[in-house]
């Protein structure tokens, strides 16, 4: 009965949607109140009965109701419960259902949050927003029910989830990944609103900005929980391999990024209106189009979903009738809307436009990698890979032009600046970045190394023009007074301009300095790397919930001293007989011990996989640091206020 309760909720969420999306659009045409007001009931509605709908397929898991088709295909009765609740979304039915329920929240969000907005803005916005979820909700109604019965009688017991899947990554990842991919939906509803109204002013700026500050921050997080699951559940030791699923959530994220920060111009100096209008539109659509990628069928990846052609082209008409009617009205509608105000060369509005060109290039040349071999396959030109060398030797340089840019961009003024002056504040900023780049390599390691002399120089130089900006923002109220007047919206730019430094460092060092044997081990045997010592002291047999294993048992000593003990795994799934490996990581803030078992050898060997990775850590933390900016940015209180203020800061 319950899963019944749940189709029926989803089934009356859609019609909720189908009144949201045309009710209040209809009556800011009509001016009929009554349909304008009918908005947010109608928002909070789809949205109870979405959270319904969802309660009751997850208590269809936890209740092991193995006559959902759904349930018996990705659950089992020894399934740990944690697991059984995120197996909900462990597929691609569950996942879809999710995604729309992620929707139903911001739209919620939207109707109860943003109580400022003119009564018509907010009913065009959650209008647009309607009309997107109408589109998903009949998608997973018609293609991916995830309600449907065996019948007459279900399976005695369950396939069980995918074993690579069970795993707290998957209970953190991807409901943090798609709070930010569907989020962006906000700001492509604002900027949709604002084509419909024909009106851009600083108002509809302020509005849309903390918005698309939430949802940059949580697809952040995702991707760097992304990173960091993939590197210890793998069991390769790798964060990042440039795969097709990866690359989806990252281009929106670099459009994102550029829209924060076009969206900080349009706001503060009224300029590049229609380029934030369309960076909108762009990230959001790069969002559906990592959907269809995901769910189609065209990618091999370890993180795409199985799913038919018959879903993959109800995504595609989705993805066309959204990109390609946005795009349309953004063509007819553009033209009204003009920027007057005027600024030099020397200036912050030249900076910030150069990394939105250099951010929206480089989501292009991920765009192009990833879609090139699957057009060259479609058109009869064989199958090609696209890997690590093309992205890196492409992306790297575009990414050290926008570091280097974003630190004069800070020290510039609006509007204008002399070259005198900006050279005076650049100055000191750059011989501190070259002296201690090209000191760290040979402090590091004792000797040059140019790509980790190039990261620690741009990090450097992150620092010293975030700290050379702060100091000229209170040089007239001193320290204590200024730093408490200066708003959060200022330090959560600080912070994510930092994170990224700090990224940056952790990829130049784990790249270079890292050290990789694969050997063979038996009992008693021992491997030197660095000041450790790694001895292999045999295996034992754990039994756990759902699954049997064999555990090493390796002893490390560092500089002769007993450290630690570290344990990988190699695990046979009952349900499915599938074995994985379990990493076992001893994790440090600068560095990682990284060991993985391999396969079995003769005389009680195994072949052994041991990792030192220098600094890894500070990939995910640069990471984190960015989506606690994108939080203390939201905080401001500017955001709060009912009238447009009259100063912010980018």
Same mark, same amino acid.
């Given at each position: 009965m319950?899963?019944?309760i749940?189709? !029926?909720?989803?089934i009356?969420a859609l019609?909720?949607?189908?009144?949201?999306?045309?009710? +209040?659009?209809?009556?800011?045409?009509?001016?009929?109140?009554r349909?304008?007001?009918?908005a947010?009931?109608?928002?909070i509605?789809?949205g109870?009965?979405?959270?319904?709908?969802?309660?009751?397929?997850?208590l269809a898991f936890v209740y092991? *109701?193995?006559?959902v088709?759904?349930?018996?295909?990705?659950?089992?009765s020894?399934?740990?419960?944690?697991?059984?609740?995120?197996?909900?979304?462990?597929?691609?039915? %569950?996942?879809l259902?999710?995604?729309?329920?992620?929707?139903?929240?911001w739209?919620?969000?939207?109707s109860?949050?943003a109580?400022?907005?003119?009564?018509?803005?907010?009913a065009?916005?959650?209008?647009?927003?309607?009309l997107?979820?109408?589109?998903?909700?009949?998608?997973?109604l018609?293609t991916?029910?995830?309600?449907?019965?065996?019948?007459?009688e279900?399976?005695?017991?369950g396939?069980?989830?995918?074993?690579?899947?069970?795993?707290?990554?998957?209970?953190?990842?991807?409901?943090?990944?798609y709070m930010?991919?569907?989020?962006?939906s906000?700001?492509f509803a604002?900027a949709?609103?604002?084509?419909?109204d024909?009106?851009?002013?600083?108002?509809? !700026?302020r509005?849309s900005r903390?918005w698309?500050l939430?949802?940059?921050?949580?697809?952040t997080?995702g991707?760097?929980?992304?990173?960091?699951?993939?590197y210890?559940?793998?069991?390769w030791?790798?964060?990042w391999?440039w795969?097709? #699923?990866?690359?989806?959530?990252?281009m929106?994220?670099? #459009?994102?990024?550029?829209l924060i920060?076009?969206?900080a111009?349009?706001?503060?100096?009224?300029?590049f209106k229609?380029?934030?209008?369309?960076?909108a539109?762009l990230a959001?659509? !790069?969002?559906?189009l990592?959907?269809?990628?995901?769910?189609?069928?065209v990618?091999?990846?370890?993180?795409?979903?199985?799913?038919?052609?018959?879903?993959?082209?109800?995504?595609?008409?989705?993805?066309?009738?959204?990109?390609g009617?946005?795009?349309l009205?953004?063509?007819?509608?553009a033209?009204?809307?003009?920027?007057?105000?005027?600024?030099?060369?020397w200036?912050?509005?030249?900076?910030?436009?150069?990394?939105?060109v250099?951010?929206?290039i480089?989501a292009?040349v991920?765009?192009?990698?990833? !879609?090139?071999?699957?057009?060259l396959?479609?058109?009869?030109?064989?199958?090609?890979?696209?890997?690590?060398?093309?992205?890196?030797?492409?992306?790297?340089?575009?990414?050290?032009?926008?570091?280097?840019?974003l630190?004069?961009g800070l020290?510039?003024?609006?509007?204008?600046?002399?070259?005198n002056?900006?050279?005076q504040?650049?100055?000191? +900023?750059?011989? #501190?970045?070259?002296v201690?780049?090209?000191?760290?390599?040979?402090?590091?390691?004792?000797?040059?190394n140019a790509?980790?002399?190039?990261?620690a120089a741009?990090?450097?130089?992150?620092?010293?023009?975030?700290?050379? *900006?702060?100091?000229r923002?209170?040089?007239?109220? %001193?320290?204590?007074?200024?730093l408490r007047?200066l708003?959060?919206?200022?330090?959560g730019?600080?912070?994510a301009?930092?994170?990224?430094?700090?990224?940056?460092?952790?990829?130049?060092?784990?790249?270079?300095?890292?050290?990789?044997? *694969?050997?063979?081990m038996?009992?008693g045997?021992?491997?030197q790397?660095?000041?450790?010592?790694?001895t292999?002291? %045999?295996t034992r *047999?754990?039994?756990?919930p759902?699954?049997v294993?064999?555990?090493?048992?390796?002893? #490390?000593?560092?500089?002769?001293?007993?450290?630690?003990?570290?344990? +990988?795994e190699?695990?046979?799934?009952?349900a499915r007989?599938?074995?994985?490996?379990e990493?076992?990581?001893? +994790?440090?803030?600068g560095?990682?011990?990284y060991?993985?078992m391999g396969e079995?050898?003769?005389?009680g060997a195994?072949?052994?996989?041991?990792?030192?990775?220098?600094?890894?850590?500070?990939i995910?933390?640069?990471?984190?640091?960015?989506s606690i900016g994108?939080?203390l940015a939201?905080?401001?209180?500017?955001?709060?206020r009912?009238?447009?203020?009259k100063?912010?800061?980018a």
């Amino acid at each position: 009965m319950i899963p019944e309760i749940g189709h !029926l909720a989803l089934i009356l969420a859609l019609c909720l949607s189908v009144a949201l999306g045309v009710l +209040p659009m209809l009556g800011t045409y009509t001016g009929q109140a009554r349909l304008i007001m009918a908005a947010r009931p109608l928002a909070i509605g789809q949205g109870v009965f979405l959270s319904i709908s969802y309660i009751c397929l997850t208590l269809a898991f936890v209740y092991d *109701d193995f006559t959902v088709q759904y349930v018996a295909s990705n659950s089992n009765s020894a399934l740990p419960v944690q697991y059984k609740i995120s197996a909900v979304w462990g597929s691609h039915e %569950g996942s879809l259902l999710l995604w729309v329920l992620m929707l139903s929240w911001w739209i919620m969000a939207v109707s109860q949050f943003a109580k400022s907005l003119p009564p018509i803005m907010l009913a065009r916005v959650l209008s647009v927003m309607g009309l997107i979820a109408i589109g998903f909700m009949l998608f997973t109604l018609l293609t991916s029910n995830p309600f449907w019965r065996y019948l007459p009688e279900g399976a005695s017991e369950g396939a069980d989830l995918n074993p690579l899947l069970q795993d707290f990554g998957l209970i953190v990842h991807p409901p943090t990944l798609y709070m930010g991919y569907v989020g962006l939906s906000v700001a492509f509803a604002f900027a949709i609103a604002a084509l419909l109204d024909g009106k851009i002013d600083a108002a509809w !700026l302020r509005w849309s900005r903390p918005w698309t500050l939430v949802a940059w921050g949580f697809l952040t997080l995702g991707i760097v929980l992304g990173s960091w699951w993939a590197y210890y559940e793998l069991g390769w030791g790798g964060w990042w391999f440039w795969d097709p #699923v990866e690359n989806a959530s990252f281009m929106p994220w670099l #459009v994102a990024t550029a829209l924060i920060h076009s969206l900080a111009v349009s706001e503060k100096r009224g300029l590049f209106k229609n380029w934030t209008i369309l960076l909108a539109i762009l990230a959001f659509s !790069l969002s559906l189009l990592g959907t269809f990628l995901v769910r189609s069928g065209v990618l091999t990846s370890v993180h795409a979903f199985a799913a038919d052609p018959e879903r993959g082209f109800f995504v595609l008409v989705l993805l066309a009738l959204t990109v390609g009617g946005s795009l349309l009205l953004y063509a007819l509608r553009a033209t009204t809307v003009a920027s007057r105000t005027v600024y030099s060369f020397w200036s912050r509005e030249t900076f910030l436009l150069g990394n939105n060109v250099l951010l929206v290039i480089a989501a292009i040349v991920v765009l192009l990698g990833t !879609l090139y071999p699957l057009l060259l396959d479609a058109f009869g030109g064989g199958k090609v890979s696209v890997g690590p060398p093309y992205f890196n030797a492409v992306f790297v340089p575009l990414m050290v032009l926008l570091i280097i840019a974003l630190g004069i961009g800070l020290l510039a003024k609006w509007k204008s600046i002399e070259t005198n002056e900006l050279t005076q504040l650049l100055r000191s +900023p750059l011989l #501190v970045a070259l002296v201690l780049g090209v000191s760290f390599p040979f402090a590091y390691a004792g000797e040059f190394n140019a790509s980790t002399a190039l990261a620690a120089a741009l990090m450097v130089w992150l620092i010293m023009t975030t700290w050379t *900006d702060l100091k000229r923002r209170i040089r007239h109220q %001193g320290w204590q007074r200024g730093l408490r007047q200066l708003n959060p919206g200022y330090y959560g730019m600080m912070l994510a301009h930092l994170g990224i430094g700090v990224s940056v460092m952790g990829i130049a060092v784990v790249s270079h300095y890292e050290a990789n044997h *694969d050997i063979r081990m038996a009992p008693g045997e021992t491997l030197q790397i660095e000041q450790y010592a790694f001895t292999f002291e %045999g295996t034992r *047999d754990i039994t756990g919930p759902n699954y049997v294993s064999v555990q090493g048992v390796v002893k #490390v000593d560092e500089d002769g001293e007993f450290y630690t003990y570290l344990h +990988p795994e190699k695990r046979t799934y009952n349900a499915r007989n599938q074995m994985m490996t379990e990493a076992a990581i001893d +994790p440090a803030l600068g560095r990682d011990i990284y060991i993985a078992m391999g396969e079995p050898l003769e005389q009680g060997a195994w072949a052994m996989r041991i990792h030192f990775k220098p600094m890894v850590r500070w990939i995910w933390l640069g990471g984190v640091m960015m989506s606690i900016g994108a939080g203390l940015a939201v905080w401001d209180k500017r955001y709060r206020r009912r009238r447009p203020a009259k100063t912010s800061a980018a």
